[in-house]
Each structure stands twice: as C-alpha cells, then as structure tokens.
C-alpha cells in the first residue's frame, strides 16, 4: 500500500531564512507524481509545486523547490527567504499511475514564521 | 485556472437534519472527491466519484452518501447529522489519469452540527 510520512509535526523557521520539510514515500508503482499542498489557516488547500517520478531534475516553482532523491524515497520540500505568510499547514502527497483514487496524502507539518 | 467552488464557508445545523454540501469545478475533470479534516486526524476520503452516476467508499463513508447527477457537481449528503459530523469538509477534483494531474480544492466548508 502506498504511504507518505511527514515526521515534523512543526517546525519554526526565522523569517528571510529557509527552511525544509521533510517528506519519504513507500510505492511499488514506477510512476508516480509528488505534489506538495499549502493550507492556511483560512482553510483552502493551495497547490504548490510537482515532481514526476522520472523528471531528471527538481522542481521549482519560485520560492518553492523539491530535493527529490529517488533510491531514498524522499521528497522534502525547500521554501526559500521565509515570510510571515508562509506560515501554514504543508502536505506531501503522492499519486501513482492510472486510474482511479490513487492519491494519499501525509499528516501534514505545521510552520511557524517567525519575523 | 481550475476553480473548485464549495457552497458554503461556514454551516451550522441541527442533529438530526439532513445536510447538503455542494460542491462544482469548471475544469471537466472526470473525477471529484469529498474529505473531512480533523486536528490529528489529516485528510481522510468520503467518496469519491470517476464519472456521471458514479461513485466508490472512501475510507470513512458510514453516515454520508454522496450524488453526482452532473459531471461538474458533486454533492455530499449527511443523511441525518450527528456532532461527531462537525468537520472541516473538502472538496478536490482532478483528471481521471496521470500521475502527474493533481487534485485542486475547494476553500472548504466548515460544518458545526449542534
């Protein structure tokens, strides 16, 4: 089955400063795509940022990149020059190929901004 | 841009009331999905629904049900409330194939069910 940890529950980060969240993933499937979400406290679940299982390079996506290291199943994503309004929930998420309900999300780690 | 549209922000009902959340995407996406959300708990799946008329359990389904009569409109009902239904409810939709399609959200709706 597949599965996605996420083992900081929070995390604080000063703000201008960046910071990394961590993210490993479990699959048997050869392709699949990895999606990182941002949630703030108003609710809405924001797409950020996707790495494909055979994109040769990381993703970035302006402030937002993604360290994927492949052999260690692992995902983490980097958001550079901290600001106060990066402070949310972030999800790692991951669906493999075809069809169906094939997503699965972790539980998630909360940042804190500092300024 | 695809845009996910809840009907609702905010919802207070009654136990025992039957509860209608809304949810439409613009983006032809065959498949749409309900969540709720609880502190600790993440997101867990409701239902989910790959075309017109059809529709598959998630993991938590007892006590909803859902209608898809529209491929842009999928409807999660509360048969009779309960409070362990107070929840944050998301709705998400997304391409039917492609590792590399992502769900899009709604903002959410936030039921109080007293």
């Known amino acids: 089955a597949q599965k996605i940890t996420q083992t900081q529950p929070g995390m604080f980060v000063q703000e201008k400063e960046a910071v990394t969240l961590d993210c490993t993933y479990d699959t048997s499937d050869p392709s699949y795509g990895l999606f990182w979400y941002k949630q703030p406290s108003s609710g809405e679940m924001i797409f950020l940022i996707y790495?494909?299982?055979?994109?040769?390079q990381n993703a970035t996506e302006g402030r937002y990149s993604l360290n994927f290291q492949k052999a260690r199943k692992s995902a983490n994503l980097v958001i550079s020059a901290s600001q106060l309004g990066d402070s949310a929930m972030y999800f790692c998420a991951m669906r493999e190929g075809g069809y169906g309900q094939n997503f699965v999300f972790g539980p998630g780690t909360r940042l804190s901004v500092l300024p | 841009d695809v845009k996910v549209t809840q009907s609702s922000r905010y919802l207070v009902k009654r136990t025992g009331e039957k509860v209608f959340l809304e949810c439409v995407q613009d983006?032809?996406?065959?498949?749409m999905f309900w969540y709720r959300q609880d502190p600790g708990l993440g997101l867990r799946l409701i239902y989910f629904s790959y075309d017109v008329k059809m529709k598959e359990k998630g993991d938590i389904p007892e006590g909803y049900s859902v209608s898809r009569e529209k491929k842009e409109r999928f409807s999660l009902i509360l048969e009779s409330a309960s409070t362990n239904q107070t929840s944050m409810y998301l709705c998400?939709?997304?391409?039917?194939?492609?590792?590399?399609?992502?769900?899009?959200f709604g903002d959410g709706t936030r039921l109080s069910i007293l």
């Open positions: 790495q494909g299982s055979y994109d040769q």
């Open positions: 983006m032809d996406h065959e498949n």
């Open positions: 998400a939709s997304s391409l039917i194939q492609g590792s590399n399609q992502p769900q899009h």
